[in-house]
């Protein structure tokens, strides 16, 4: 049976040349090392300090299918550098961020921004998104989410900051006719000198009673003066007047639940009436 064999009982040649080449990165390495070791809790603790973050859409009331810019500025406010800053914006409701990538725009719904950031002292960085506004109602960027850590990765800093945008996208509107609707004009295509709406508070003067006249539109000091049943005679009205009413209330058997998707839809319809008011010099009500 062979006899074990320890490396302690040999003897083990040492490259000198080598060592004494590769001396003062050793006593480098050890002193980075050791700045690491004492100066990695300052470090971290200081990260998130001393930062100034802003951010701001380029317009806050929009409509469907209209292209904004969220602007976001962080600037660092110390001497210590900022190797690595990581920030989160949740968008609630998501939105489409339009990305140029190999010169093509990828269309992506997301409900956060996520972002790697690095700073120098005293130094400010700026970047600017795209966003296609194709969900309606009102969507909130924040509260921002920053987390750091050390170069080694040991220590992790994470913080909340409550910086709140607000941006306002108004529902789809399209022309009447591709809602399918019979006629934009019921009461006809063409003017008349004869009004079929009249104002109750403008009072312009007395006729005969006609049958079926509301009892309400009798004038009866008129009719006791004369002695037969008189009517009042009122101005036309100045003002058309449209009130839109909407009940966003369905079920759907496949969903188990509201339909969104005829939700939205009525939502575009009435709003679509609304603006087709508003041209038309109506007085609306919702």
Not at 58 to 74: K, P
Not at 86 to 108: A, D, F, G
Not at 109 to 137: A, K, M, N, P
Not at 159 to 172: G, K
């Amino acid at each position: 049976m062979r006899q074990p064999m320890r490396t302690d009982d040999i003897v083990i040649e040492h490259d000198q040349s080598l060592l004494t080449r590769w001396r003062i990165w050793y006593f480098l390495a050890l002193a980075l090392l050791a700045i690491s070791l004492i100066g990695q809790q300052p470090i971290a603790f200081l990260a998130l300090r001393h930062l100034v973050f802003t951010q701001g859409v380029s317009q806050h009331n929009v409509f469907f299918g209209d292209e904004v810019t969220l602007s976001m500025s962080i600037e660092n406010q110390k001497f210590l550098l900022l190797p690595w800053l990581q920030v989160e914006n949740p968008i609630t409701p998501p939105l489409t961020l339009l990305r140029k990538r190999t010169m093509k725009l990828q269309r992506v719904e997301h409900d956060t921004i996520s972002s790697t950031w690095l700073f120098w002292s005293f130094q400010r960085v700026s970047r600017s998104y795209r966003i296609l506004c194709q969900s309606r109602g009102i969507h909130v960027f924040g509260p921002i989410h920053m987390g750091s850590s050390d170069p080694f990765g040991w220590l992790d800093r994470e913080a909340r900051l409550p910086l709140y945008e607000m941006l306002l996208v108004y529902p789809l509107t399209v022309p009447l006719e591709t809602l399918g609707l019979a006629s934009i004009r019921p009461q006809g295509e063409y003017a008349t000198q004869r009004y079929l709406l009249e104002d109750p508070l403008r009072y312009a003067g007395v006729r005969d009673y006609v049958i079926g006249d509301d009892p309400r539109r009798i004038h009866w000091k008129a009719s006791a003066h004369t002695g037969a049943l008189r009517s009042k005679i009122y101005e036309p009205s100045s003002l058309r007047r449209l009130l839109v009413l909407l009940d966003v209330w369905n079920y759907s058997d496949l969903a188990k639940g509201p339909d969104l998707d005829i939700q939205e839809l009525t939502i575009a319809a009435a709003a679509s009436i609304g603006v087709w008011a508003l041209e038309e010099g109506y007085l609306r009500s919702f």
